[in-house]
């Protein structure tokens, strides 16, 4: 078999397998391994296993995968991200839908301490829905709101998937933070005016249930909360802009940070620590796989030339740049259909990566690009993991979410066309880094 031929082969049966629901990660590692040892022989097969493990398991970039996502396992069982939704309703109280827009607001704040979606949406879910429905939204409204606003911690940094992208483009990791910035204030300014305008539909009585003096916290104890978040951020990427630390090293520094905070605050037990720590090393053990098995993958296709011809086609289509990159994220919309984000990330970027630069994109923006559209997949059905989570976590149906969450998905969908219409919205920040 021609090795061009392998390559479409392999790649028709790993999407097969993964819509008949084998995980993300088994099915990468299997093509990759599969494809090569039919390509080269199975020794050489069982060589790329090992040196991809080796290669992933020392690079010292992927360290701050795990420790980011321990900033987050933190705040969320220490219950730090409880008074930052406080903090965030007693700031928004006046505004139409302003419990709502507290929640994106509050979403945002975690998400600048920690760069998992799914600990966002697990977090604000248990907090923000049931008040939302106590206060009079409906739980379409409410549920939606949490599981779009949780997409926030993956493009406002530090991101888990700029962490991956960077370290598999060997594009610098502390550049794409510095670059999820600005794209990610005006997402969540989006998904605000999104929640406002929704809630004028309801009637003007259950909007003043809105602004209802509700039980309060302490005025210190809040301070202490958005103090704490915004010390922690500006220590993490505060300190990457000017270029005291690496991303890695500001990864440390950050769950040090924390760490602190929540022992000072005594809001840390021996217990919530040990929940912490047991997530963070089963969701880290799964970015593993998957990135272990896209590597593998990604080097078979290019062994069999699939990626060059891929490039070749596109190249010679008569498309202006920026159709090319519509018709992209429309090919996102539909993978986002059949498998899960990370591993849509890793099998596309052997492809995609070399297609936006031929164009003239920069990698840097690319990571964004491909970031905005992962939130959008992590939204829509019948996959859309922050809903799944989001219905064990609230007992509110799927359906219902998604049923809702389509103003949001039109909210981020406008951002990618920003993106793609006026690209300095994601570049001209780190080209101000030292």
Not at 33 to 40: K, N, R
Not at 410 to 429: D, N, R
Request: hydrophobic share 60%.
């Amino acid at each position: 078999m021609e090795p061009l031929t392998l390559g479409i082969v392999v790649m028709a049966a790993m999407l097969v397998v993964v819509v008949i629901g084998m995980p993300i990660g088994y099915a990468l590692l299997g093509a990759g391994v599969i494809g090569y040892a039919v390509l080269s022989g199975p020794s050489q097969a069982l060589t790329q296993i090992g040196l991809v493990l080796w290669d992933n398991g020392t690079n010292f970039l992927f360290i701050a995968v795990p420790l980011f996502i321990l900033m987050g396992q933190i705040i969320f069982h220490s219950g730090l991200a409880e008074d930052i939704f406080a903090l965030a309703q007693r700031g928004t109280r006046r505004l139409p839908g302003g419990l709502g827009v507290s929640t994106i607001l509050a979403s945002a704040g975690f998400g600048a301490v920690t760069g998992s979606s799914v600990a966002a949406v697990a977090t604000m879910g248990n907090i923000a829905v049931p008040q939302m429905i106590k206060h009079g939204y409906s739980d379409k409204l409410a549920a939606a709101s949490v599981a779009s606003a949780a997409t926030l911690a993956i493009i406002i940094p530090p991101s888990i998937p700029l962490v991956i992208y960077g370290v598999w483009s060997e594009t610098s990791i502390g550049a794409l933070f510095i670059a999820g910035i600005v794209p990610g204030i005006v997402l969540t300014i989006f998904y605000a005016l999104t929640v406002m305008v929704q809630r004028r539909q309801y009637p003007p009585t259950s909007a003043i249930v809105d602004r209802l003096k509700q039980e309060d916290m302490p005025m210190s104890r809040l301070l202490v909360a958005a103090l704490s978040i915004a010390l922690i951020f500006l220590l993490v990427i505060g300190g990457i802009y000017v270029g005291i630390f690496t991303p890695t090293e500001a990864s440390g520094v950050g769950v040090l940070g924390v760490f602190v905070i929540s022992v000072v605050a005594r809001r840390l037990t021996a217990e919530a620590l040990r929940a912490a720590l047991k997530e963070t090393v089963r969701t880290t053990a799964a970015i593993f796989l998957i990135l272990t098995g896209g590597v593998i993958l990604s080097r078979f296709l290019v062994q069999t030339r699939l990626t060059d011809a891929v490039v070749s086609l596109v190249a010679g289509l008569d498309a202006s740049p920026q159709a090319i990159l519509i018709a992209l994220a429309l090919m996102y919309l539909l993978l986002g259909a059949i498998m899960d984000t990370f591993g849509m990330l890793i099998l596309t970027l052997p492809l995609v990566l070399p297609i936006t630069i031929a164009i003239g994109y920069d990698p840097i923006w690319t990571g964004i690009y491909l970031t905005v559209l992962m939130e959008i997949a992590m939204l829509t059905p019948p996959i859309g993991l922050n809903v799944f989570v989001l219905e064990r976590v609230t007992g509110v149906p799927a359906q219902r979410v998604f049923a809702g969450v389509w103003p949001f998905v039109a909210a981020s969908l406008l951002l990618v066309l920003i993106l793609i219409y006026f690209p300095a919205l994601a570049t001209w920040l780190p080209q101000t880094m030292q």
